[in-house]
C-alpha cells in the first residue's frame, strides 16, 4: 500500500531555514508527481508546491515562490522540500502527497514546522 | 489564481439525513475538480476526482456533480464517520487552489 513518511520539521527561527522530507513506499515512485501541502494550526488546507515526476517541471505557490524549493531523488524514493527565509506564517503542518495527474490521491501523516523566536 | 468559495462554512445534520455541499470556482475548471475530506488530527483523504469519479474504496453515499464553475458534494445518508471537514481542489491550473471547506457537524 502506500506509505508516504515526512520528517525533518521542528522549531526554526524567523529567516532560518529547514529541509523536509517524505519517504515514498508502495508505489513506483519515478512515475508520479509529488506535491506539499500544508496547514496552519486550526485554519484549511494550502498547496504549497509540484514536481513532475521526472523532476523537470516544478510549480509553486506565489506565496512561497523564491524561498522554498521542492525536489526529488527517484534513486532514493524521497521528495525533498528546501525552505529557507522562514516566516512565522509558515508555522503549519507540511504534507507530502502522491500526484494523480494534477489531483492528489494519497497523503502522508504530515510533519510540522513552527517559526518561532 | 483560481479562487475557490464553500458553502455553507458549517452544515448542521443528523444522522441518517442527506447533506448538500457547495463549491464554486471563480472561472472555468472543466471538471477538474477534487473532494477530500479531513477528519481532526488526520490527514485528508481523497473522496471524488473529475468532478464526479469516486475514489477507490469510498462508499456509494457520496457523489460528485457539477462542471465549469458551480460543484456539488452530495452525501445522501449520513453516518456518524462522515462528520468531518471536506475540501474541495481545483486541479485546472497552477497554482492550485483548495476551498476554504464546509464542517458537517452533528445536529
Known amino acids: 500500500q502506500v506509505q508516504l513518511v515526512e520528517s525533518g520539521g521542528g522549531v526554526v527561527q524567523p529567516g532560518g531555514s529547514l529541509r523536509l522530507s517524505c519517504a515514498a513506499s508502495?508505489?513506483?515512485?519515478?512515475?508520479?508527481?509529488m506535491h506539499w501541502v500544508r496547514q496552519a494550526p486550526g485554519k484549511g488546507l494550502e498547496w504549497v508546491a509540484f514536481?513532475?515526476?521526472?523532476?523537470?517541471?516544478?510549480f509553486y505557490a506565489d506565496s512561497v515562490k523564491g524561498r522554498f524549493t521542492i525536489s526529488r531523488d527517484n534513486s532514493k524514493n524521497t521528495l525533498y522540500l528546501q525552505m529557507n527565509s522562514l516566516r512565522a506564517e509558515d508555522t503549519a503542518v507540511y504534507y507530502c502527497a502522491k500526484g494523480f495527474g494534477e489531483a492528489i490521491d494519497y497523503w502522508g501523516q504530515g510533519t510540522l514546522v513552527t517559526v518561532s523566536s | 489564481e483560481i479562487v475557490m468559495t464553500q458553502s455553507p462554512a458549517t452544515l448542521s445534520v443528523s444522522p441518517g439525513e442527506r447533506a448538500t455541499l457547495s463549491c464554486r470556482a471563480s472561472?472555468?475548471?472543466?471538471?477538474?475538480l477534487a473532494w477530500y475530506q479531513q477528519k481532526p488530527g488526520r490527514a485528508p483523504r481523497l473522496l471524488i476526482y473529475?468532478?464526479?469519479t469516486r475514489a477507490t474504496g469510498i462508499p456509494a453515499r457520496f457523489s460528485g456533480s457539477g462542471s465549469g464553475t458551480e460543484f456539488t458534494l452530495t452525501i445522501s445518508s449520513l453516518q456518524s464517520e462522515d462528520f468531518a471537514v471536506y475540501y474541495c481542489q481545483q486541479y485546472n491550473d497552477w497554482p492550485l487552489t483548495f476551498g476554504g471547506g464546509t464542517k458537517v457537524e452533528i445536529k
Open positions: 514536481i513532475r515526476y521526472d523532476g523537470y517541471n516544478k
Open positions: 472561472q472555468s475548471i472543466s471538471s477538474n
Open positions: 473529475g468532478a464526479s
Open positions: 508502495g508505489f513506483t515512485f519515478s512515475s508520479y508527481g
